[in-house]
């Protein structure tokens, strides 16, 4: 179907809406090789930029889509493709038949196919997914790669388009199909990350020099281009800039979601999600310093440990053997920790599954009597899972994370209901799948 609204010569006339760091990249090598008609951006003054050597600045996405055949986003999350498309003044008030929208934000394909279909049946006009790999600076180089979910007809419209920015782009399969390849691709970048920082660390506390491994990994199976980019990043005191926290976590909660509708466990999704969230409440939004920093504990300004989850570096704060290469007493041992501050108890405690049936036997610190007496059932079912690491927040609020199952739950118990007097201490508890947000509040145990 031929699109009823003007176009350049031989190329489709291109609107374009979102211009984040990533959304300027895209929308100024469209303007450079002159496939750019106008722009729009919630914020009009990124767009002022952009609206010289004769790019326009559209009033509204309404306005846009009215002047072009083809509509880009590339915008933050689900809410704000929804509010460009169907809020006032947005693409669904112009769009017609055989008009494309091309959604290069990263969202869930559980929402894409919701609104690609809503579009459909409102206007006629067509929808692709196509999130994107390789960040702005991917975009200025064009070699972004691109997943898209949509037509085949729809997609050969799109390939002259991309041709400015992209070095690869592939039609994966039908409407959320894109979508489901980019959450994908950001699983694997997400646990790959971990295992850098972790990694990180244990060729400093073996003696080896961290900066040495992308090229003393060159060529192996280890070999990629993150541990080439962002490895050296995780260099004590680099502040380098390198995609943001925040949008990376909601990428691996839709994953998750994605995955529990699908019937998929994702227990190291779950896991790289939960160190991410906590790391999110002391450290900067650049997650390539988030996961070393985590890892490495709150540094010495920090006014407690408490809010640090127990993790393998605890285990590697000193080499595993002497710098001459000889080994040390240490191979084989784990270095002592640290004692904990005065009349505060370890945050550290680490605590190890039980066969079912059998009761726990752990330290639980000053609040033993009141967490043992009479524990929730919850309790010796989280053990059962798997390991449980324990933190306690600068509030009281002591943590406990199941992680490494997918059916990973984590159980809290309220300051509120932890007295200075254990008999007056009644512990509740909580669950939640690790990266829901939806939080099932359970009852207390029975006294």
């Known amino acids: 179907?031929?699109?009823?609204?003007?176009?350049?010569?031989?190329t489709e006339s291109i609107g374009f809406i979102g211009l984040g760091q990533l959304g300027i990249a895209i929308a100024q090598q469209l303007a450079t090789y002159g496939r750019l008609h106008t722009v729009w951006n919630r914020t009009p003054e990124r767009a002022a930029d952009l609206a010289t050597t004769g790019l326009s600045r559209a009033a509204s996405p309404a306005d846009l889509m009215r002047d072009t055949s083809m509509a880009i986003l590339c915008v933050s999350g689900a809410s704000a493709v929804e509010e460009v498309t169907f809020g006032p003044g947005g693409l669904a008030e112009?769009?017609?038949p055989g008009k494309i929208v091309v959604d290069h934000s990263s969202i869930s394909p559980l929402n894409t196919r919701d609104i690609a279909a809503r579009l459909a049946r409102e206007t006629g006009a067509h929808w692709i997914d196509a999130?994107?790999?390789?960040?702005?600076?991917g975009a200025v180089a064009g070699t972004l790669t691109v997943m898209a979910g949509g037509s085949q007809e729809d997609f050969r419209r799109l390939e002259p388009v991309l041709s400015a920015y992209a070095g690869r782009c592939t039609l994966i399969g039908p409407t959320g199909a894109g979508q489901a390849a980019k959450l994908c691709n950001q699983v694997i970048v997400a646990a790959t990350a971990w295992g850098l920082a972790e990694a990180t660390l244990l060729a400093d506390a073996s003696g080896i020099d961290p900066a040495g491994l992308p090229e003393y990994l060159r060529g192996g199976f280890a070999d990629s281009p993150l541990l080439h980019i962002l490895q050296p990043l995780m260099a004590p005191g680099d502040?380098?800039?390198?995609g943001s926290r925040d949008l990376l976590l909601k990428d691996l909660d839709d994953a998750?979601?994605?995955?529990?509708?699908?019937?998929?466990?994702?227990?190291?999704t779950a896991q790289s999600a939960e160190l991410m969230r906590t790391a999110g409440k002391w450290i900067s939004p650049n997650y390539n310093g988030g996961h070393i920093d985590l890892l490495r504990g709150p540094p010495p300004a920090a006014p407690s440990p408490s809010t640090r989850l127990r993790t393998g570096a605890d285990h590697c704060s000193k080499?595993?053997?002497?710098?001459?290469?000889?080994?040390?007493?240490t191979r084989n041992s784990p270095s002592p920790a640290a004692p904990p501050p005065p009349h505060e108890e370890n945050p550290m405690t680490e605590l190890t599954g039980t066969n079912p049936g059998q009761p726990p036997t752990v330290d639980l610190g000053p609040h033993a009597d009141a967490l043992t007496q009479n524990p929730h059932p919850l309790y010796a079912q989280l053990l059962e899972k798997g390991p449980i690491h324990r933190a306690i927040q600068p509030d009281g609020t002591e943590t406990w994370l199941i992680l490494g199952h997918p059916e990973a739950k984590e159980a809290l118990a309220h300051p509120s209901a932890l007295s200075s007097d254990p008999a007056n201490a009644t512990p509740q508890w909580r669950a939640r799948y690790l990266g829901d947000p939806d939080a099932q509040e359970l009852p207390r145990a029975s006294p």
Do not use: E, I
């Open 131 to 137: 999130p994107v790999s390789g960040g702005p600076q």
């Open 319 to 329: 080499n595993l053997g002497t710098k001459d290469g000889a080994a040390g007493d």
């Open 94 to 96: 112009s769009a017609t």
């Open 1 to 10: 179907m031929t699109s009823d609204a003007a176009t350049t010569t031989g």
């Open 239 to 242: 502040t380098t800039h390198f």
């Open 256 to 268: 998750l979601a994605l995955g529990r509708a699908a019937g998929c466990p994702l227990p190291v």
